[in-house]
């Protein structure tokens, strides 16, 4: 049938366009079409396989399938979808099927997924030069459906293996191919998060097992040098992705938080706040500014994993009143600049007593401060005076 005039008045004249379109349509196409579709698909069946095609063509009659129905206002791909677009899908569906097969029974799964993330390259920019966009995502999703999806099982039984064995470059393959796949990834999750876990636990035991009481520098070199380790795979092989950057908090916690067969407690809260405690103090060796911001910055990843954040509380706010009393810390600045990333974390009222002691501390300067400039005023007063005051359970 020929195109409607005008949706509005169906008796109104048809355009010459929309009659062209419809002749061509029934007499040209319409004839064709399923000799058509032999050639399309024939032609990328050509370019897939590096054989000269004429890909430019096949573009161009996918356009005219579409163009016939632009009249057909909100069904203009209908045609197309029907002459085309789903005997395409199926053929690429069974060309990856065996392509596939073919490839497990071939090669070790590091060579298979190598191979699978270079056709799925290929075949997105093979289809981004002859498909409609409309066709693009579920060409891409057919691709991933037999050659990721129907491996799953596959490929999932290598992901131990890997993870343990630090395989980054296959752990980066594994990534492209799972990353657009519904919860593929959970269980190379899973694994990154138990290797974290696993290797942290091991070295902290060491650590503590070693000594009676070890040296906070080595307990946060430990700590610092496998989260920075962990955390660049997380970049570099996981491309920061959320779940990967939990999973390496989750695990991170795990062996922080690890508590000696000996004692009741973790010795974690209690030598982070020695460690800050050592970069407070006045007289920090070979110290700059900007090293000592880095290394309480440091100190703050390791406070987030901290689980008894109160018995650092404990620990941080004894230490820090000494620091006051006797002045021997490095600078007022400094002091609030921990605070605040210590509030920054935990909140306002976790801080709330340490930001109490450093206003004491400001406001008992400021009246020795006065004292002395009314000492001066008046020559009466010839006592020396100087105090230092923080408040009772401050």
């Not at 590091?110 to 699978?116: F, H, L, R, T, V």
């Not at 959320?242 to 000696?260: S, T």
């Not at 921990?338 to 009222?349: A, D, H, R, S, W």
């Amino acid at each position: 049938t020929l195109p409607p005039a005008s949706p509005v008045d169906p008796n109104a004249p048809v355009e010459i366009r929309n009659m062209a379109l419809g002749v061509w349509h029934m007499k040209m196409i319409d004839k064709i079409h399923d000799r058509l579709l032999v050639s399309l698909l024939s032609e990328i069946k050509k370019d897939r396989d590096s054989q000269e095609s004429y890909l430019s063509i096949v573009q161009d009659v996918i356009h005219s399938l579409i163009e016939v129905e632009e009249y057909n206002k909100g069904n203009e791909l209908e045609y197309y979808q029907k002459v085309f677009e789903e005997s395409f899908l199926r053929d690429t569906g069974n060309f990856y099927r065996q392509e596939a097969a073919r490839l497990v029974a071939d090669l070790s799964p590091s060579e298979y997924m190598q191979k699978a993330v270079v056709l799925l390259q290929n075949a997105k920019q093979r289809g981004e030069k002859f498909l409609h966009q409309s066709s693009m995502i579920k060409f891409i999703r057919e691709c991933e459906a037999r050659l990721v999806v129907d491996q799953m099982t596959y490929l999932q039984a290598y992901v131990p293996e890997m993870v343990q064995a630090e395989q980054l470059s296959d752990l980066s393959n594994l990534f492209t191919l799972f990353s657009g796949i519904p919860k593929a990834l959970e269980p190379v999750k899973k694994e990154f998060r138990a290797k974290v876990r696993q290797e942290g636990m091991s070295a902290v035991k060491s650590l503590l097992s070693s000594k009676d009481s070890p040296e906070v520098q080595e307990f946060m070199n430990v700590v610092l040098s496998i989260h920075r380790k962990y955390k660049k795979i997380a970049q570099t092989v996981f491309g920061e992705h959320k779940a990967f950057l939990a999973a390496l908090d989750e695990g991170c916690k795990g062996f922080v938080n690890y508590v000696d067969t000996h004692q009741t407690h973790s010795q974690s809260p209690r030598l982070l706040a020695r460690y800050c405690d050592q970069l407070l103090k006045k007289g920090s060796k070979g110290v700059g500014d900007n090293e000592l911001e880095e290394k309480l910055d440091n100190a703050i990843t390791v406070f987030q994993y901290i689980e008894d954040k109160d018995t650092f509380q404990k620990f941080y706010s004894r230490m820090l009143s000494r620091r006051l009393v006797f002045n021997n810390f490095s600078s007022m600045e400094t002091e609030e600049s921990m605070v605040q990333k210590l509030k920054y974390v935990c909140g306002y009222e976790y801080t709330a007593r340490l930001q109490r002691m450093l206003v004491d501390m400001t406001l008992s300067s400021t009246l020795v401060s006065e004292f002395h400039d009314l000492k001066i005023k008046d020559d009466a007063l010839s006592i020396g005076f100087s105090t230092l005051v923080l408040q009772s359970g401050a």
